[in-house]
């Protein structure tokens, strides 16, 4: 299904799952829309293929075949319920709107995912101080990128994302930083020494524009670039696995909790929304140095 099905060029002609479809994607922008646009797409093309109206008409038992559809099209059972959030939403918002006279996803049945415990796999004291002070070694625009990602925790969209003009401000003392976060929420936060210096020195005789450029065509990079450049730096760092932006996220959580920040100050820096999100890094960092089976050994030992 081309996105046209979703979003004809006539309104007039839109069908009713397309009108529910059109009015519950205007809530997002951004990539979420994006994303919520592929997983309707998803729906709706299943839906044709199986004779059935993406909206009218649907009951739980349909959306629960899809969900096993999902599954037997090889993706995980986390993969699956990120692919239900735009499905569920949008039958959630029909129903409110009065399209339908009930909800036929609220029931159904989702995977079940364990997400006490955050997988990513970030940086200990000293690789990030390692990841630092190599990023600085490259070119200066790797050193800013670093130091926004290791350090003020900011997602690999919005350290792209800055401007000069973003932290050219003093309050109470402190220099800070103006962005625009995940879901349109402005954050504002303090730019310490070590990362002013690095974002100078990215700056160089500039004044305005985007912060952090491509080191060989001097355009501003976007998430992509954020991630090629990650990749070099932790390469020439000598770090063997795979890190990536939300790894330097992760780091600066984690070494802020190992720091002694407490936990709601740890969640002011990585700007989450739910502290629960917030207790995923805690309990992720502490659970092999705190793990119960240190003590028990040493009692059985009699240490």
């Known amino acids: 299904m081309s996105e046209s099905t979703i979003f004809p060029f006539q309104p007039a002609t839109m069908t009713t799952a397309q009108l529910a479809a059109v009015s519950y994607l205007a809530r997002y922008s951004g990539r979420t829309h994006t994303l919520y646009a592929y997983q309707l797409r998803r729906w709706f093309i299943w839906c044709e293929n199986n004779g059935l109206d993406p909206l009218l008409g649907i ?14 099209s090889g993706l995980r059972d986390s993969s699956i319920v990120t692919m239900m959030h ?29 997400h006490d ?60 930083l103006h962005l625009v976060g995940k879901g349109n929420k402005p954050a504002t936060m303090p730019v310490t020494v070590p990362v002013l210096r690095a974002l100078e020195a990215c700056r160089g005789e500039r004044t305005t524009g985007p912060l952090v450029l491509r080191p060989t065509t001097g355009n501003p990079i976007d998430r992509r670039d954020a991630y ?8 020439v760092a000598g770090i063997p696995r795979h890190i990536s932006p939300h790894s330097l996220r992760h780091a600066a959580i984690t070494n802020a909790l190992d720091a002694g920040v407490p936990l709601r100050d740890a969640q002011i820096l990585a700007r989450h929304a739910d ?8 309990r992720a960092r502490g659970n092999l140095d705190r793990h119960g089976v240190h003590f028990l050994t040493a009692y059985v030992a009699g240490v």
């Open 86 to 114: 735009g499905v569920r939403g949008f039958f959630r918002f029909a129903h409110i709107d009065g399209l339908i006279a009930a909800d036929p996803a609220i029931y159904a049945r989702l995977p079940k995912v364990q």
């Open 59 to 72: 009951q739980r038992a349909h959306v629960e075949l899809y969900i096993h559809q999902l599954g037997d």
């Open 275 to 282: 502290p629960r999100t917030t207790e995923h890094y805690d």
């Open 228 to 235: 090629r450049m990650v990749a070099r730096i932790a390469k």
């Open 117 to 176: 415990e955050s997988r990513t796999q970030g940086l200990d004291r000293l690789e990030l101080i390692r990841f630092l002070q190599v990023a600085q070694t490259i070119t200066v625009h790797h050193g800013a990128l670093a130091f926004l990602l290791g350090i003020n925790a900011l997602r690999a969209s919005e350290a792209a994302a800055v401007r000069i003009e973003d932290y050219a401000e003093t309050l109470r003392g402190h220099r800070v």
